[in-house]
């Protein structure tokens, strides 16, 4: 199962630009990249999805190189209830499976 | 879009028992996968639920011990089998959605596990 890796946790404060990064060298190459924000106790929930270059939403932008071997969620001044876990999510190359990514913990300070 | 109903949303089982989760898909949907969140961790596929054949399983997980259903293309079942406290989990199901490239996933809300 290929891994697809994130930094384990991130500290930010309030009102601060955060970028997270996803390693995933081994995405399908016709699959979408997602990210999603999960609090304790609840199911993941969708943040921004994207297949190259930039996109951006009312809550996020996502940044992907020409190689899609990696992605980068941006949350523009974050606040405290930003602070949540956050997963990408890739299709696997050569199988029908989707892979979360290990996670990032984010937590944002006052 | 789609909404996916799993159910139960938690459970305190004893040890050696069964429970089985039931995932409902409100449209039909291309796959549906099986996933694991123990303390603390990552979400790990268990594994994929195919349509009217046996679930495709990842390393670590075997069919014995985590029996799938898919009999249509919007249910699915995932049966916890001779439950330890080391299977005390969430368990999320998730469902892939149809459309042109798309391959936006669905969850479910999840089910808390406790095995005591």
């Known amino acids: 199962l290929a891994k697809t890796t994130q930094p384990i946790s991130m500290d930010s404060y309030e009102g601060q630009e955060v970028n997270i990064t996803c390693s995933h060298n081994?995405?399908?190459?016709?699959?979408?990249i997602t990210w999603y924000q999960q609090f304790p106790s609840q199911g993941p929930r969708f943040i921004i999805q994207?297949?190259?270059t930039k996109v951006t939403n009312e809550v996020a932008s996502l940044f992907i190189p020409a190689d899609r071997k990696s992605s980068t969620l941006s949350l523009p001044r974050v606040s405290l209830s930003d602070t949540a876990v956050y997963y990408c999510?890739?299709?696997?190359?050569?199988?029908?499976?989707?892979?979360f990514g290990t996670g990032t913990r984010l937590q944002v300070f006052p | 879009s789609a909404v996916i109903s799993q159910k139960p949303s938690r459970d305190i089982c004893q040890r050696g028992t069964s429970l089985t989760i039931q995932c409902q898909v409100d449209?039909?949907?291309?796959?549906m996968f099986w996933y694991r969140q123990q303390p603390g961790q990552s979400l790990t596929l268990i594994a994929t639920?195919?349509?009217?054949?046996?679930?495709?399983?990842e390393s670590g997980f075997v069919i014995d011990k985590f029996p799938i259903s898919r009999p249509n293309l919007t249910f699915s079942t995932l049966t916890v089998s001779n439950m330890s406290p080391e299977d005390s989990s969430i368990y999320l199901c998730?469902?892939?959605?149809?459309?042109?490239?798309?391959?936006?996933?669905?969850f479910g809300q999840g089910t808390r596990l406790t095995v005591v």
């Open positions: 639920a195919n349509q009217g054949s046996e679930a495709t399983y």
């Open positions: 998730s469902a892939l959605g149809q459309g042109l490239g798309n391959t936006e996933a669905f």
């Open positions: 081994n995405i399908a190459t016709n699959d979408y």
């Open positions: 449209s039909q949907v291309t796959m």
């Open positions: 994207g297949y190259k």
């Open positions: 999510l890739v299709g696997e190359s050569g199988t029908d499976k989707l892979i």
